[in-house]
């Protein structure tokens, strides 16, 4: 048997985004004003979202949000994505276990991230707003809301930490033929980024750099807002369509997981493919097991600390609760670059307190190795961020293999690597490695959190 | 209205390929033995071409050729493609035509020629063969045929352009990740190739010197085939897939093309879309116009010659009855480097020549300027080469406007080009040109080859 798809057709698309606050009987704890310490209400999240997505951000009390019939439409254009079984995988592996894959790469982007973006960019448009804000690091996210802002006649600006703009110049390009202003953070275009130039006129940039230029814009143009690609409520919620769609699929191949697998950077891809699952164990206390995969270089999940902590590095946003390794924590220069954070959103966070799922951490070698031998079974290069997922669904199969058990695992392919072989091409060359973080890296930079609060 | 998505299931890939030279009333004239003149046999291309690729290169009677199970399996990775209403476009146009695309870069490398590669890596496996040779000029084909050689356990080799190793290096890695091995072309590896570079020190490579650097592998390794990626009989005959979906899938969408249109370059993807709707015309005598989009830089069609000539450059293959520009002809360094060929493949050169098909030249600023705005529409960055058929599609378009009437497009989008966004990026700044062929360039050549025959 080679690789089977199970096909959905575009009535199967979701018509409602799964929120699973609803379902949690602990709920995530609420986000912090970070001057007050006080819990944040909706409102005060109006000035830098739109409404609509800042409901969404504190809605603990709906499963079920419908998603816009616009939204939906433009999900048209490549959902329902496959489900595959990847049965050249299984044979290269020799294993009992049946591995399926939700691919998300299909997308025209290449990645998950258009789940979200296409949503944040059709609230904007409802209420009026004409430009909108967003970092990029790798640049992922950055064309995803670089086509959605162009579908809903959003002017955009992406501040893109520099070393990427320079290192990943097709990632700038696919966001500047999409129309939107791309520029490199930290830049003259704003204070904060005048400032650190001023400082240190050679400076390469960082994501905390890139969100401050981007919230700073935002709040000083009129009828502009700021969007950000993971992390959230609202995103987590956004990103539903994968799993809701993965459930119907696993059905028509006549199987349930064992294992439900994503890699993890701050939560979306993660999210979106467990959280419908999640439900069956908060709801009829299913028996499966859900695996985030994190790079051992950003261990959040496996060696952080569950604290209140700052999203961003520069310490702007509200205080959420996370399993973080301190907001000031540099993770290691390694390839997938949208994994590279240093904190799990609030909701992950609660999940992982309460012991509804597990974490590993992968190294970036075996994710390589991992992904290579995907490539030749499956025939799709993936993005190295989803190669953490493929290499933790490899230990999974090769256990099942020494235990001679069936096991029945699914993953999320959240993205192809067709942009990134530069990286593909150090590993063949023997040029990459591994990076270990020592128990004193993270203790120095969580006792520096004690403070916040 | 939004794009819609017409979608078929993996029982609706077609079980045989379409061979329309059965069905054509006026044969293409034979290829020739370049020492003797004298038409070639099935027997004489055993030696270079597996057994079963060689009959189907001389198959004129039977019209459908069945699709191998093995072959079929491995097309459900990707295939069925979808076909999609290109409703943004048509907005942004606001023309009264509807438009739809075979959307062909779905595919795990990105473009349409894994229909062949696949094929053609599986005949040499059944046969016996354990290693396979070709050349590639911007990769497409070599990557293609890097995922087939791996997936039917067969060892490849690829003679890549020098000038395209080193500008092109994602699509080396593609190439390499599958586990083939890229040699820059022309190299030490082969006489032909120490020849030129004795002679030429620094030559930067051709397609003509690639396949004699090939060519000469395959003749001089044991058990080693050689593989082309266009150009000949049976590669149109395995592409008919995506015509053979695309009429499914227009009847599904309750519309029959007025024009069907695809970029041109040796013609794979051309006469992949296009033979199964011309079987109608030559045995219906349906009332379709069938247009052919090529590069003004290389007008072998609009402005070429129909006779003999060679179909690589250092004349080392038979002689193919085709419109050609001379084998000699050296198009300009344009970006849509898969339509850099000098000349039709024999099936496409006789229906031209019959009548049964147009051809159109675009240049290369129109061409970007027309896959720009079908990125911002369609969420799809095209290949330089596919945009080719997509300024065809909206110069008809553009028409139908004009004339206030209805008319159904349909066009093959035969690859992305998100590995091609160094050729945006110089468009975006302004610094891509267009190029000229002077009638005397065209005679020039051309002169040269009345003494071949």
Known sequence: MTTKKFLLQEKDIPTAWYNIVADMKNKPMPILNPKTKQPMKEEDLYPLFSKAVSHQEM???????????EVRELYKVWRPTPLVRAAGLEKALDTPAHIYFKNESVSPIGSHKLNSALAQAYYCKQEGVTNITTETGAGQWGAALSYAAKAFGLELAVYMVKVSYHQKPYRRSIMQTFGSQVIASPSMSTKAGRKILTDHPNYQGSLGTAISEAVELAMSTPNCKY??????????????????????????????????????????????????????????????RIVAAEPASCPKLTRGQFQYDFGDEAGYTPLIPMFTLGHNFA??????????????????????????????????????????????????????????????????????KLE?????????LSGHGLIDMAAYDLYLAGDLRNYEVTDEEVKHNLSELEQII
């Not at 809605?59 to 019939?69: G, K, L, M, S, Y």
């Not at 001679?404 to 999320?412: A, D, E, R, S």
């Open 227 to 288: 969007t950000l690609g993971s992390v959230l409520n609202h995103v987590m919620l956004h990103q539903t369509v994968i799993g809701l769609e993965a459930e119907k699929q696993m059905e028509m191949a006549g199987e349930y997981p064992d294992v439900v697998i994503a890699c993890f950077g701050g939560g979306s891809n993660f999210s979106g493919i467990a959280f419908p699952f999640m439900r069956h164990k908060l709801l009829e206390g299913k028996n499966l």
């Open 404 to 412: 001679g058990k069936p096991k029945t695992i699914l993953f999320n």
């Open 331 to 400: 993770p290691a220069n390694i390839h997938a670059g949208g994994l590279r954070y240093h904190g799990a959103g609030s909701i992950v966070s609660q999940l992982m307190k309460d012991g509804m799922m597990e974490a590993v951490d992968v190294q970036q070698l075996e994710t390589f190795e991992a992904a290579t031998l995907f490539a030749q079974c499956e025939g799709i290069i993936p993005a190295p961020e989803s190669a953490h997922a493929i290499a933790t669904a490899i230990r999974e199969a090769k256990q099942a």
């Open 59 to 69: 809605n603990t009390t709906d499963a079920w949000i419908e998603i816009p019939e």
